[in-house]
């Protein structure tokens, strides 16, 4: 495809469950971001992958939350033991280089009961 | 700490009218801004990229200035039209790392 795209579009879940959501970014970049984004609020950063490899993981709230990105394309944002306040847009941008534009996916909506 | 604050929070404008939003940030050292137009239930898209030595950029209807000393940047629209209605992000990347720092943004609507 000619952008970023992610999986799946919505995700209900209840309280306590595993998640995972899906990232592809667009062919040849090789930095990937995430986001989360609350309601009415800008996107947050939550870590970052240069190739492989998480260059900055800062932003994961805690360890229930975790990334990978085994061939350095497609990536995997990991949420264990939902909570309700997890409730968010997960957003996934990719750039050619760390200093390139980010363009981003539709986003993730994921809602915790 | 490294913020991005942006105002109006939110507004209303009629069709064909002009606008302009405000972006004011501490972020240190400043690497550039971005402007980015997120509609409802998308991901961002970027409109303008500026650096330190730049002072404005145009995009079709879109001028976004930068004023590196007062660390103040404001997006202005031009004869706005109803596809316009959408959130516009202001967005700064600080230099030597990674991340970008995302203000809350400004949801605009324009209205026929």
């Known amino acids: 495809g000619a952008g970023v795209s992610q999986t799946p579009s919505n995700k209900v879940t209840e309280k306590g469950k595993y998640v995972e959501l899906r990232c592809d970014p667009i062919?040849?970049?090789?930095?990937l971001y995430w986001y989360r984004q609350s309601l009415g609020q800008g996107p947050e950063f939550l870590i970052y992958?240069?190739?492989?490899?998480?260059?900055?993981d800062s932003g994961l709230p805690n360890d229930r939350f975790f990334a990978v990105r085994p061939e350095g394309s497609v990536s995997t944002l990991k949420i264990q033991r939902t909570e309700r306040g997890d409730s968010a847009v997960y957003l996934c941008?990719?750039?050619?280089?760390?200093?390139?534009?980010?363009?981003f996916g539709p986003g993730t909506r994921l809602l915790v009961l | 700490k490294n913020q991005v604050e942006q105002s109006p929070q939110s507004l209303i404008i009629l069709e064909g009218k002009n606008c302009t939003l405000q972006?004011?940030?501490?972020?240190?050292?400043?690497?550039?801004l971005r402007w980015y137009k997120q509609d409802t239930g998308r991901g961002p898209v970027s409109l303008t990229i500026?650096?330190?030595?730049?002072n404005t950029k145009s995009n079709g209807r879109y001028t976004a200035t930068l004023d590196a000393d007062t660390k103040q940047s404001s997006l202005h629209i031009t004869a706005s039209q109803l596809s316009d209605s959408a959130s516009y992000i202001c967005?700064?990347?600080?230099?030597?790392?990674?991340?970008?720092?995302f203000g809350a943004g400004t949801r605009l609507a324009v209205h026929p």
């Open positions: 941008a990719s750039s050619l280089g760390q200093q390139e534009t980010q363009y």
């Open positions: 062919s040849g970049h090789t930095a």
């Open positions: 992958f240069q190739g492989t490899g998480a260059a900055d």
């Open positions: 972006c004011n940030y501490t972020v240190s050292p400043f690497s550039n």
């Open positions: 500026m650096t330190f030595s730049e």
């Open positions: 967005v700064v990347k600080a230099g030597g790392y990674n991340k970008l720092i």
